[in-house]
């Protein structure tokens, strides 16, 4: 599982070299983002443009609804994941000297994959649930239980997930966790990518210190599994899934468990992971210690 590289910009200290790298993710999402949002707002204010020449506000217009559709919000996703995969492969290729291949970052598909997909999907829906059972005393639960989704919104949301996570989870979990792995170690390489990840997602908006562990100890099990599995699809299952429950469930003004009764569920099938898995997690030395 060792990503072999070479030194770029001729920087000895790996340190530093991570800490480049993890800034550039920052900027390349940035770009990514800005791009696919003027890319779409183009497209709709071609559409438009067609549809309706004397309509005011046009681009204004254009954007507003490449970043609130559905349909739109599902083709920026996929859009903003292709350029990132696609400038991550150029970074790697230009400063490591080094082609690294789709498959490598868990573009392939087998039987087992689908099994993965599916284990993803129920242990997250596992931990959520449990967590909403364990913290249905403290509150009151929503009234709206019984609403229903339209079928179109529940597959739009489906995808918009999916390609959400899993281009992320190819970024951060296929890539830099193994560069981070290759240089601090297993369990250390795999919490450090997971609190970069969370810290990334802090900066569209507030995030409390509360948050950040959440965050951090949720990814560090996603990272855990993918060690062990070496599967993408797993990894991108379990994401996708929570952030399907977390959309869902407000959107719908359902009941969603507290943050501190989710910490205490993905803590415990954290640690129960590590116990059972610790011959391939923690070093011998470390466990004769």
């Known amino acids: 599982m060792k990503n072999k590289t070479v030194n770029f910009w001729n920087i000895e200290n790996e340190h530093i070299k991570n800490l480049i790298f993890f800034m550039a993710i920052i900027f390349i999402s940035l770009f990514a983002v800005l791009i696919s949002v003027i ?92 967590a909403l059972f364990i913290n249905v005393g403290s509150q009151e639960v929503s009234n709206s239980l019984g609403v229903t989704f339209s079928q179109n919104s529940l597959v739009i949301m489906i995808l918009i997930v999916t390609a959400n996570a899993f281009w992320q989870e190819v970024v951060f979990r296929g890539y830099f966790q193994k560069r981070l792995i290759d240089t601090y170690g297993i369990l250390a390489g795999i919490v450090i990518c997971s609190f970069l990840f969370t810290i990334i997602h802090g900066l569209a908006g507030k995030i409390s210190l509360f948050e950040i562990l959440l965050g951090t100890v949720l990814f560090t099990l996603v990272g855990v599994i993918y060690f062990l599995t070496n599967s993408i699809i797993f990894a991108s299952a379990i994401h996708a899934a929570g952030n399907f429950f977390l959309r869902s469930f407000t959107t719908n003004e359902l009941f969603i468990p507290e943050q501190v009764y989710r910490l205490v569920v993905y803590s415990v099938v954290l640690i129960i992971i590590l116990i059972v898995n610790k011959n391939k997690l923690i070093p011998n030395n470390l466990q004769q210690k």
């Open 39 to 130: 890319l779409l707002g183009l497209v709709n204010t071609v559409r438009f443009l067609i549809t309706d020449p004397e309509l005011e506000n046009l681009l204004d217009t254009a954007i507003n609804v490449s970043n609130t559709s559905n349909a739109w919000a599902f083709i920026n996703e996929v859009l903003r994941g292709i350029l990132i995969i696609f400038l991550i492969k150029l970074i790697d290729r230009i400063f490591n000297k080094s082609k690294i291949s789709l498959k490598e970052l868990g573009f392939y598909i087998d039987i087992k994959q689908f099994s993965y997909l599916v284990r993803g999907i129920a242990l997250m829906s596992a931990m959520f649930l449990f």
